[in-house]
């Protein structure tokens, strides 16, 4: 057969399926490895050990794509129509606003391959491999299909292997898999249906050794790996439009709408009541710039950039500006179990000794444990089964531990350093002990063997200690130690223990002594260990992070589910799940070989009840994510691995781990947790939702007083009046009278209620149909009120001049007073106190002080065409102006928020 090449990829092959013979038949190689003419035959042939890095887009593509937003195709308009009419500073103005929103669009879309290049970097630069029989040290980018590749601790794999030698080798996959352990690895063939955290015969590229020796043949390279296959993933993934994007989009295209109909209802009504072409010409011009929000890009971005910094200040960094909103929208989160919401090391939960199992916690230093059966704690040293226990742990164990700030910090095998840790803190300090019990020799632990051992001397007494799987254990054992010393070792009760910690998740190890007659010469001496004394079992597992399930539980009040998918082994899952909320002893846990034998169709129907997902593929979390979102759900995906980052991808926002993540999860992400901490996601809703009500409030602000300006023109070309406005006068209030107070919005604190509220439906816009209803009342009272001073002020002075000055200044002080109604959708203006947003009143101070210098200063009164007012004028304006304040409260008593749905 064929070797492996990119055009005929015997890639396609179940490597671990097939025996030592067959790899060696099928790549042409053997135990001499390959010789070095033919290697470099096929690296010419088949290319480097690399991923392959997309061309980048041009510059000019990236520049060219900024300007495919209706809103900002609106905004292009606005400038068209301001150069027409001459008002050249006003274009500038608006052309620096799409400038300065292409400047931040073409910055963000940079990054968008950085996840490719992180991966290149986790391909290790050199590999130890065997060529014509000796051994070399070569660059990684020169292995070949069919090397022979030499591992050991600490070397990270630099291509796919299949194993052919195994010594005590343990290779961390949690990047690749979620596996929170090291996995042990073996020789043998296994089963075709195998999962890929399962097939413990290979070795895959990126993932680490952390203990042991191993030798392998290389079966896939660069692009070709399991590696390389993520990488074409998240290079394949679209990223997903967030809700906000739409929303915008959306709206832009309504107001669109708008301005083409508005303009055309006035050209109408123009030419029906006998007005020129040309003259309604610069009427719809009017109408245009007045319906065109032009601070409106600006705002959202200064919204949205004030959410990144407060989110930045509860450990939530943001990558993307349009992320911040979505995580107020997000109704499911998908979250990786191992580091995410557990805390990624190993730890003793329950101890088994002398017929009663005893709860491992609390604080270091406890000298005391809790019986699982609601006895009184027992001290260490009065319960001589249980120190034994584990003291065996300790004594039979390479790692080491070294105080740190948050308890403990483990340098060696995860496992080991659990059982450390758990000892350390019942009072048994693994330095002092082991210094008391001298090495004698002793036997590292294999997959083969299932046991590790070792010979201690202690005063006079030469004493072996073993540990390993339970049922390796018991078969070396004849008694075991009971309250009152040896007692026949009743195997059922053992087996019974056994199974109780498994069937919690928990991994079980067994321990066991007997005091030797003579000290052997060496390790090569120790015979396998029989009558043995059984002493107990230790269960461990990967606990959840404090406070994750208040977090879960705080999430399902906000309406939102969550949502463990995980590499790890069901019964772990499902424990951990248990612990968390998430499911209880009749939930369903579906597992990767569930999900296979799944359509798409059935798994749309299945992910509405499942809440825990088990010994997944990176593909798996593919699928589960658009099953997800093919119900509308706006899915949020937490992780830290190389597995994750497809899924974080394409995930409505992607939240990667700041600590523990790798390079390639933080750059698919939209979102880092810089404290790795389940807990602040829910922080970050919560700022979501606030970036999104005051998205929502600015915006409001912006339309109703546009909705003002136009039916004010309308009616007035409808009564036959002149314009109320210039259309400079309009740029006056949209960009500087009304930017002042829409900006100082962005402020706005969050609402008491922010997160008892359910998720915002996906579909819904930006304004909701209520603030719509709204807009049309603010419109019809503000343009009455305008109207009403345009006329009077038009009769009384005859000035057109003073008129439309009048007339503005009302708008203007309409503004001014209608921006505390903006503050809340529900809540009454009078009942929210005007010192939570400061910026807020000196902003409508300022506002109004910058339009009453423009009506004196010479300048200003020739670009806006304005004059000075009297005060009498200034007196009816504002008792005008302050007609909007009861009129909206009266809407909101009437429109009262309905009653929470059923989340």
Request: net charge negative.
């Amino acid at each position: 057969m064929a070797l492996p090449t990119p055009d005929r990829p015997v890639q396609g092959t179940l490597w671990h399926t097939l025996d030592r013979a067959a790899v060696e038949a099928l790549l042409s190689t053997g135990d001499r490895g390959l010789t070095r003419p033919e290697a470099a035959s096929r690296l010419a042939r088949h290319g480097p050990n690399a991923l392959e890095e997309a061309p980048p887009p041009s510059e000019l593509a990236l520049l060219l794509h900024q300007f495919k937003s209706p809103l900002i195709s609106i905004l292009l308009i606005a400038a068209v129509v301001t150069t027409l009419l001459h008002e050249y500073i006003d274009t500038g103005v608006i052309l620096a606003v799409v400038l300065l929103n292409a400047a931040i669009g073409f910055t963000q879309e940079r990054q968008a391959e950085r996840a490719v290049r992180a991966l290149m970097r986790l391909m290790s630069p050199r590999a130890r491999v065997v060529r014509e029989g000796h051994a070399w040290d070569v660059e990684s980018r020169e292995l070949v299909a069919g090397d022979l590749v030499l591992l050991e601790s600490g070397v990270r794999i630099p291509a796919d292997l299949r194993l052919v030698s195994t010594t005590v080798l343990l290779v961390d996959e949690s990047l690749l898999t979620g596996e929170s352990l090291p996995v042990g690895k073996v020789t043998e063939a296994l089963a075709t249906d195998a999962v890929l955290a399962d097939r413990l015969n290979m070795a895959y590229a990126g993932t680490v050794v952390t203990s042991g020796r191993g030798r392998g043949y290389v079966v896939a390279t660069g692009t070709r790996t399991e590696l390389g296959g993520i990488a074409e993933s998240v290079r394949a993934q679209e990223e997903a439009e967030t809700p906000l994007q739409a929303r915008l989009g959306r709206f832009a295209r309504l107001i669109g709408v708008g301005v083409v109909a508005s303009a055309v209802l006035a050209i109408l009504i123009g030419l029906a009541i006998g007005q020129s072409l040309s003259q309604m010409f610069l009427v719809a011009v009017a109408l245009a710039v007045s319906a065109v929000p032009e601070g409106l890009p600006v705002v959202f971005t200064i919204t949205l950039a004030i959410g990144v910094r407060r989110m930045a200040q509860r450990n939530a960094i943001i990558r993307r500006l349009p992320a911040v909103e979505t995580l107020g929208s997000t109704t499911t989160i998908c979250s990786d179990k191992t580091g995410t919401m557990t805390e990624n090391r190993m730890t003793v939960r329950q101890v088994w000794a002398a017929g009663r199992t005893y709860a491992i916690g609390g604080q270091d230093g406890w000298r005391g444990a809790e019986p699982l059966d609601g006895g009184a704690a027992v001290a260490l040293a009065e319960h001589r089964p249980l120190y034994l226990t584990l003291l065996a742990g300790v004594l039979t164990n390479e790692a080491d531990i070294s105080r740190a700030d948050d308890g403990f910090e483990i340098h060696g095998d995860p496992t080991e350093g659990a059982l450390l840790v758990a000892a350390a803190r019942l009072g048994v300090e693994p330095e002092a002990v082991r210094e008391a019990y001298a090495l004698h020799s002793e036997v590292p632990f294999e997959s083969e063997r299932q046991y590790s051992a070792s010979v201690r001397l202690h005063g006079e007494q030469s004493l072996l200690f073993v540990k390993g799987a339970p049922e390796r254990i018991l078969a070396m054992s004849t008694q075991m130690l009971g309250d009152d010393g040896p007692t026949t070792l009743d195997r059922a009760d053992v087996h019974q223990a056994v199974e109780a910690m498994a069937t919690l998740g928990l991994r079980v190890l067994a321990m066991a002594y007997r005091v030797l007659p003579d000290a052997p010469r060496g390790a090569h001496d120790l015979l396998e260990p029989r009558e043995l004394l059984f002493l107990g079992i230790q269960g461990m597992m990967d606990p959840p992070r404090a406070g994750v399930r208040e977090a879960v539980a705080d999430c399902r009040d906000a309406g939102i589910r969550v949502v463990m998918i995980t590499g790890d082994h069901a019964a772990t899952a499902r424990t951990i799940g248990r612990e968390l909320g998430l499911v209880d002893h009749k939930t369903p846990v579906l597992t990767g070989r569930d999900l296979e034998a799944l359509d798409d169709d059935d798994l749309r129907v299945r992910v509405q009840a499942v809440a825990v997902y088990a010994r997944v593929a990176p593909e798996h979390k593919l699928r589960v994510v658009r099953a997800l979102q093919s119900h509308g759900e706006v899915v949020a995906m937490t992780g830290d691995g190389v597995n994750d980052a497809p899924a974080l991808k394409v995930a409505d926002i992607g939240i990667a781990m700041g600590r523990s993540g790798t390079d390639v999860a933080r750059e698919a992400a939209d979102m880092v947790l810089a404290d790795d901490d389940f807990v602040s996601i829910y922080a970050a809703v919560e700022e979501g939702r606030i970036t999104f009500d005051n998205v929502r409030k600015v915006t409001f602000l912006l339309v109703s007083t546009a909705a003002a300006e136009i039916i004010t023109i309308l009616v007035a070309l409808g009564l036959g009046w002149p314009l109320p406005f210039v259309p400079a006068q309009l740029l006056w209030l949209n960009l500087v009278t009304n930017g002042l107070q829409d900006v100082a919005l962005a402020f706005e604190p969050g609402e008491p209620d922010i997160l008892k509220r359910p998720p915002r439906r996906k579909d819904e816009g930006i304004l909701s149909h209520l603030l719509w209803e709204r807009t049309v009342v603010t419109g019809i009272v503000m343009a009455a009120g305008v109207l009403l001073l345009f006329r009077s002020t038009l009769d009384h002075s005859g000035s057109l001049a003073q008129a439309q000055t009048a007339a503005l200044t009302t708008m203007v002080l309409f503004q001014n007073v209608h921006v505390w109604n903006s503050r809340s959708e529900f809540t009454s203006a009078l009942r929210m106190s005007p010192f939570s947003n400061r910026f807020l009143a000196a902003s409508v101070a300022a506002a109004l002080l910058v339009h009453v210098a423009a009506l004196h200063l010479p300048a200003s009164q020739f670009v806006l065409r304005v004059e000075p007012l009297d005060p009498a004028t200034w007196g009816v304006m504002a008792l005008v102006a302050a007609t909007i304040l009861p009129a909206i409260e009266a809407h909101k008593l009437l429109r009262r928020r309905p009653k929470r749905r059923a989340s």
